[in-house]
């Protein structure tokens, strides 16, 4: 069975500083991976996703995320935040076939300027 | 193409009271997952249902529950509502392990 364990439930960090959001997973099948963001008062939509290939991953809104297979991890980063990135990050992992997607607990990201 | 549509935005129940909850997820897709997120916590994963079936459910009590219909939409039930049930109740459809994606959630409100 999958899981994922998000090691920050909040991350503060100042305007256009780099930022990392981690992830760590476990399965015993071959995972795909997501990056998903919830904005307030919003459903969540996909930032960005890894099912196979280049370990690393661009998504939107300038993030990207490393497929790292023998530490278990997939490390969300940033080079420069903006503002609105202020939100909800959430990690999942599921796995070829039927798999269940299991999310982990989330980050809340909060910019200050 | 339509994306996972959630039914009714808003609800607003008494204690004790049941409620129903809709989902229609993208077209062919097999798998519908139903999240609660209370106020200030995480997704609370509730439901999974994959072509018809239940595959797993969560830590929550019976007395939620659910279907998949022949169309794969779906359905989750909530009965002798408590307080702490008001909650965003969030639908997410995928296939095959993908991604999935997630409707705009109904807000749950029991008084």
């Known amino acids: 069975a999958q899981s994922v364990t998000q090691l920050d439930s909040q991350v503060p960090v100042f305007e256009e500083a780099p930022v990392e959001l981690r992830c760590n997973y476990s399965?015993?099948?071959?995972?795909?991976l997501f990056w998903y963001v919830q904005y307030p008062n919003q459903g969540l939509q996909l930032l960005l996703k890894?099912?196979?290939?280049?370990?690393l991953v661009k998504g939107i809104n300038g993030f990207e995320a490393e497929f790292n297979k023998s530490q278990t991890s997939f490390h969300l980063r940033k080079p420069s935040v903006h503002i609105s990135d202020t939100a909800e990050y959430f990690c999942?992992?599921?796995?070829?076939?039927?798999?269940?997607?299991?999310f982990g607990q989330g980050t809340r990201l909060t910019i200050n300027p | 193409e339509a994306g996972v549509t959630q039914s009714p935005t808003h609800l607003i129940k008494t204690r004790g009271q049941q409620a129903t909850l809709r989902c229609s997820p993208i077209?062919?897709?097999?798998?519908v997952y139903w999240y609660q997120q209370a106020l200030g916590l995480g997704l609370q994963f509730l439901l999974w249902?994959?072509?018809?079936?239940?595959?797993n459910r969560g830590n929550f009590p019976p007395r939620f529950s659910g279907r998949q219909f022949p169309n794969y939409s779906s359905e989750l039930n909530v009965n002798a509502l408590e307080l702490e049930d008001s909650a965003l109740y969030l639908c997410?459809?995928?296939?095959?392990?993908?991604?999935?994606?997630f409707g705009q959630g109904t807000r749950l409100t029991v008084v």
């Open positions: 249902y994959d072509e018809g079936e239940e595959r």
């Open positions: 077209s062919g897709h097999t798998s």
């Open positions: 999942a992992v599921s796995g070829q076939g039927a798999q269940k997607l299991v």
């Open positions: 399965s015993s099948v071959s995972v795909y």
């Open positions: 890894y099912l196979s290939g280049s370990t």
């Open positions: 997410a459809s995928n296939v095959w392990g993908f991604e999935a994606f």
